[in-house]
């Protein structure tokens, strides 16, 4: 029997071998990577020190407490590599009676629908039956419960806390599926116009259980193909520690310029960083926000910088540095704020261009008369 060209990648990605046993994997549930918010997409992802709204439960929880008194809900939306990718996410913050703390609701999805399953493309006689193509959908799920309180308060100083308990979920059609738990934890510092953010990831390791649903028609054609039977296995995520500063400057009486600077250390093997080793490795991002009476912003960004091989170089050996630039307006209105990025995916030469859009909405409570 011929082997049959099998498109389950998700299924193998999860299945080979050296997953059976629980260990770290390098770039496990990657997807909560990506970034929440078109703020911060906009401004390449450098958001720990500075974030303040509803999309801290994600790049920081402490900065929830910056919603005071009434509650906040958000919403994003994009599409990537062509619109093969949809990854959503909604927020709800809940500010507490006493404005010191602010409980904080967040789900992600990210998913990839009409997958073409092949597997029972070729008969047990050689012969191609199109008709048994089907298909499937993979996707990831992550709901975070966020919890943020304000430590300290002063004339000039602002400390504040939070800590994020996440559950996640992970499926590909009916094949396999995945659960597991983890823990973030955030600090932000305000000190007149500097703000500082610490926010540890995974912090206590997050873990995914894999189980497999497989036919024993499916079990079949894996040991004829000499393809590996997939068992029940478990992967761990290692914690990732991110360093922020940001400083805000007054360039007149109607406008506002906000740098900010973030050190993402990763520590779950050598990586295509700025600089890298076994231990950790350090991808930097830079954001910009220009804001005009805190109403019309106006932001851009810089990250992950990896080192390619040069598409000039014929005999590819030379290598250059790329990056992923970011771009993004925004305007407010009373309590609703929409946001857009503009961000590429890719190099510079061989640009995928992606289109993020969100929604903020300040919920008003209703006075007494």
Known sequence: MKKPFILLGILFLVS???????????????FLNIGAGARGLAMGGAQVASVNDGTSGYWNPAGLVNIKDQPQLNLMHAEYFAGIGKYDYASLALPLKDN???????????????????????EPDGSINFSNITSFSSADYAFLASFAQQIKLKKDKKINAGINAKV????????????????????????????LGVSARDVT??????????????????????NDIPVKSTELTAPRLILGGAYSFRLNKNMNLLAEANFDFSFDGRRNTVLSSNIASLDPKLGLEVSWKDVFFVRG?????????????????QKVW???????????????????????????SNPLYTHVFSFKLDLKKKENK
């Open 301 to 317: 960004g810089i990250n992950n910088f990896q080192q390619a091989l040069d598409d000039n170089d014929s005999a590819n050996i």
């Open 100 to 122: 010191k703390r602010t409980l904080g609701l967040s789900l992600l999805r990210f998913a990839v629908d009409d997958i073409p399953n092949t597997l029972f493309l070729v």
């Open 205 to 226: 390791t997050t873990f995914n259980a894999w189980s497999f649903n497989l036919t024993e028609k499916m079990r079949e054609v894996f040991y004829v193909t000499n």
């Open 16 to 30: 080979r071998p050296e997953y059976s046993n629980a260990q770290f994997r390098k770039y496990s549930n990657e």
């Open 168 to 195: 996640i979920h992970r499926k590909a059609g009916d094949f396999t599926s995945a659960w597991g738990f983890g823990f973030d934890a955030g600090i932000q510092i305000q000190a007149n116009r500097w703000k």
């Open 322 to 348: 790329i990056y992923q630039p970011s771009v993004g307006v925004g305007f407010k209105i009373s309590n609703v704020q929409i946001d857009y990025a503009f961000t590429n995916l890719a190099n510079q």
